[in-house]
């Protein structure tokens, strides 16, 4: 399971070798606070892409524009067939389509307390994409099953430990079939002894061949499970390249200030 995959694998069904998601020009500021500054990235298709920085440089707001949670004042977003060009002010049709692209897994606290865990992964599907009921019950039967939780669908949030709650935000996510798996630090919550399990989910996912962006502190999960590593500081994209290469050898004097920071 943690052999390295070789590139090809890493290419789109159909050989022609583009990413699945491209970004350009990407630019955001709230109020007079610029905090994307022409964010540009791309992310190959069943890749593991983990992008670092200091807090406050930009990761977060960089994922909710993927998944049009936040709108962006410029700049291209493309997820698979779906481009959104965010300086013609795409209207609510234009946002949706690219939400349904990607799913996000967050921090924490995000699961309804007062649904049940199947409940809780099976009202995306059912809500948003009207899935028929009893499939995507049986759809996040599997799906909890994969995540190891498959005793837990009748359970409420509440009796889960943190742990176990961010493994059911996953299988919630991956009830949305996205192309893209969006996370938002998904461990950071977390008491450390919890947080093996949760990567060990995405590493799982990895190996699997899910194409995920994941905003992480954790730089052994980027090391090992990571295809390329983007550090972004100021809104910007400062640095990005092989795991190895960036958190070993940056080229950038920031990146390096920052990795003696946090290693
Ligand atoms: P990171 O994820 O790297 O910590 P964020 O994307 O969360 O960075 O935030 C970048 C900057 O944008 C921060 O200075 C933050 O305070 C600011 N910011 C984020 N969301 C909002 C918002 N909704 N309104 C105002 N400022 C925001």
Not at 92 to 104: I, N, V
Not at 111 to 138: D, I, Q, W
Request: proline share 6%; glycine share 10%.
């Amino acid at each position: 399971m943690s052999e390295t995959e070789g590139p090809e694998r890493r290419d789109e069904p159909g050989g022609t070798g583009r990413p699945l998601v491209e970004v350009a020009g990407l630019a955001k500021a709230f109020g007079a606070v610029a905090v994307l500054r022409d964010v540009a990235f791309t992310v190959p298709s069943g890749s593991v892409t983990v992008l670092i920085g200091p807090s406050g440089s930009g990761k977060t707001t960089v994922l909710r524009c993927l998944n049009a949670l936040e709108t962006a004042d410029a700049g291209t977003v493309r997820i698979g067939e779906v481009q959104l060009d965010y300086a013609a002010r795409p209207g609510k049709r234009d946002l949706t389509r690219l939400r349904a692209q990607s799913a996000m897994v967050f921090q924490a606290h995000n699961l309804f307390p007062h649904l049940s865990v199947l409940r809780n992964v099976t009202e995306g599907p059912v809500v948003a994409h009207g899935k028929p009921r009893a499939e995507a019950e049986e759809q996040a039967h599997a799906l909890l099953e994969s995540v190891g939780l498959g005793g837990k669908a009748d359970q409420h949030p509440y009796q889960l430990s943190g742990g176990q709650q961010q493994r059911v935000g996953i299988a919630r996510a991956l009830a949305l079939e996205p192309e893209l798996l969006l996370f938002d630090e998904p461990t950071s919550a977390l008491d450390p002894e919890l947080v093996g399990e949760v990567l060990g989910v995405m590493k799982d996912l990895a190996d699997a061949g899910r194409t995920m962006l994941v905003v992480t502190h954790e730089m052994r999960f980027a090391r090992s499970v990571a295809d390329q590593v983007l550090f972004m500081d100021g809104g910007v994209v400062v640095e990005r390249g092989e795991p190895e290469a960036v958190l070993t050898d940056p080229r950038e004097a920031r990146t390096r200030t920052f990795l003696k920071r946090v290693l």
